[in-house]
């Protein structure tokens, strides 16, 4: 079934610049670094980076403690951050700037693949969550990069989707060291094969105490003053017409209630502002540098990157998007960080172990549409102590599980995916007598594996 997949993926190569081209007309953001997606990335030069690929923007902030402590534990050692989006790269970007490189991952197509590994010979590849693709990893390994799965989740949908094709997925998994978020994921993988399942939890937890999000949000909440605050974050398309639903029914109590709307694509801005003026409701957009005007705007549009947890800070309700409609949900550690207590929908799927875990803190609140979110953030609204005390349990629950990214660190060296870290009389040592690097473990290189294939 491999070799049916490249051939498919070969004669799709066509179609794919077709659409590169369609999404760079219909988003423009996707203009920058488009050769890229075809394997065209800079050559790397000097020791062979760490490798990390987060797909999105709720993968890359989970990466984030995980690329920090990797910059602490291999000082000196390049790291390259690949994503799909340009949300995600515009996030390690903005919290990380020089310190990695960052692309975007190339098409899982032979020739993008080969040429990507070949331009960046990777010491190790690293991937989080749900990111498994077939040519990408079996190139990989003919050039011997080591690679792993951390944060390792599996949704029904996923699992349904990967256990239709498992004699191509089968044996990708089988001696891939996978570190799976939970027990329930950790059987999910089993069930489709993978032999080398580590539970270690969540580095999404280990979150640093996000100060700079704090002094922020104070800043805001000075300058829109007492008025009554409600984040709708994360919004996906039918979730902003169930937001000003719920707005109009809130305000009938809070006439001065400030909706903070912030869809997961900013550049859906435009067609965002439609839909509030459909609804009657004064608006004004960050990207504009816009600001609320007291007794007119009721919803601020945030259409622009990275101001998620600014606003969570600023927050006195905070409700995820992407749980109203069936995408899944995203992350509620975030505002949990923050002791904002979230409300969200149904469509948990893809956060379904840390929705249900906060809902059973007392630190989440579960909902089933606009009524029932109505009233929801009407008691959340209405008692002051009540939203506080929930806030202070996510927190407490978040510290609770911190932990997981010194664990996987330990399980990444054990696995031999990443060597030992250097100590500093090494580092010395190496600085009067230079050796190879501890990124450089003698392996063919990528180029070279390319060439026989």
């Known amino acids: 079934m491999s070799r049916l997949y490249w051939l498919l993926t070969f004669l799709l190569t066509p179609l794919l610049w077709l659409y590169t081209l369609w999404k760079i007309w219909r988003r423009?953001?996707?203009?920058?670094?488009?050769?890229?997606?075809?394997?065209?990335?800079?050559?790397?030069?000097?020791?062979r980076p760490i490798w990390i690929h987060?797909?999105?923007?709720?993968?890359?902030?989970?990466?984030?403690?995980?690329?920090?402590a990797l910059l602490e534990r291999y000082p000196g050692q390049p790291l390259v951050v690949t994503s799909t989006t340009p949300t995600g790269a515009a996030t390690i970007r903005r919290h990380l700037g020089g310190q990695v490189s960052s692309l975007y991952l190339p098409y899982d197509t032979p020739g993008p693949v080969r040429r990507f590994l070949r331009r960046q010979n990777p010491c190790a590849g690293i991937f989080l969550e749900t990111e498994i693709w077939p040519n990408l990893y079996r190139a990989a390994r003919r050039a011997?990069?080591?690679?792993?799965?951390?944060?390792?989740?599996?949704?029904?949908?996923?699992?349904?989707?990967?256990?239709?094709?498992?004699?191509?997925?089968?044996?990708?998994?089988?001696?891939?060291?996978?570190?799976?978020?939970?027990?329930?994921?950790?059987?999910?993988?089993?069930?489709?094969?993978?032999?080398?399942?580590?539970v270690l939890g969540q580095i999404k937890t280990d979150l640093p105490e996000p100060e700079a999000a704090r002094q922020a949000g104070q800043a805001w909440r000075?300058?829109?003053?007492?008025?009554?605050?409600?984040?709708?974050?994360?919004?996906?398309?039918?979730?902003?017409?169930?937001?000003?639903?719920?707005?109009?029914?809130?305000?009938?109590?809070?006439?001065?209630?400030?909706?903070?709307?912030?869809?997961?694509?900013?550049?859906?801005?435009?067609?965002?502002?439609?839909?509030?003026?459909?609804?009657?409701?004064?608006?004004?957009?960050?990207?504009?540098?816009?600001?609320?005007q007291p007794g007119e705007t009721a919803v601020f549009l945030i259409d622009t990157l990275g101001e998620v947890l600014d606003f969570y800070a600023a927050a006195d309700v905070v409700t995820i998007g992407g749980s109203f409609v069936p995408v899944g949900g995203h992350n509620p550690i975030e505002a949990a960080v923050l002791r904002r207590a979230p409300s969200f929908g149904p469509h948990m799927e893809n956060f379904a172990a840390v929705a249900q875990a906060l809902v059973e803190a007392q630190a989440a609140f579960p909902t089933r549409g606009a009524q029932d979110l109505a009233r929801q953030l009407g008691n959340l609204l209405r008692e002051p102590g009540l939203r506080a005390a929930a806030g202070e349990r996510a927190a407490r629950w978040v510290r609770a599980q911190r932990g997981a990214l010194a664990a996987t660190l330990e399980w990444l060296t054990r696995e031999a995916v990443l060597p030992a870290p250097r100590t500093p009389e090494l580092r010395r040592a190496e600085t009067e007598d230079p050796g190879p690097a501890a990124g450089d473990r003698a392996q063919p290189a990528a180029e070279d594996a390319d060439s026989r294939n």
């Open 28 to 47: 423009p953001s996707y203009r920058p670094g488009w050769r890229e997606r075809f394997g065209w990335v800079p050559q790397a030069r000097g020791r």
């Open 144 to 198: 011997r990069i080591p690679l792993a799965l951390l944060n390792a989740r599996l949704s029904r949908s996923s699992q349904r989707g990967y256990g239709r094709f498992s004699g191509l997925f089968e044996p990708l998994l089988r001696d891939l060291p996978i570190a799976a978020q939970s027990e329930k994921d950790a059987a999910a993988f089993m069930r489709l094969g993978a032999r080398r399942v580590t």
């Open 54 to 68: 987060a797909v999105s923007v709720g993968e890359s902030m989970a990466a984030l403690p995980l690329l920090r």
């Open 222 to 292: 000075t300058q829109l003053g007492d008025r009554p605050l409600w984040v709708f974050a994360s919004t996906h398309a039918g979730e902003e017409e169930l937001a000003l639903d719920v707005l109009k029914l809130l305000r009938r109590e809070f006439p001065d209630l400030l909706l903070v709307l912030i869809p997961r694509h900013p550049e859906r801005g435009d067609a965002v502002v439609t839909t509030i003026r459909a609804a009657a409701q004064g608006c004004r957009r960050r990207s504009r540098g816009e600001a609320p």
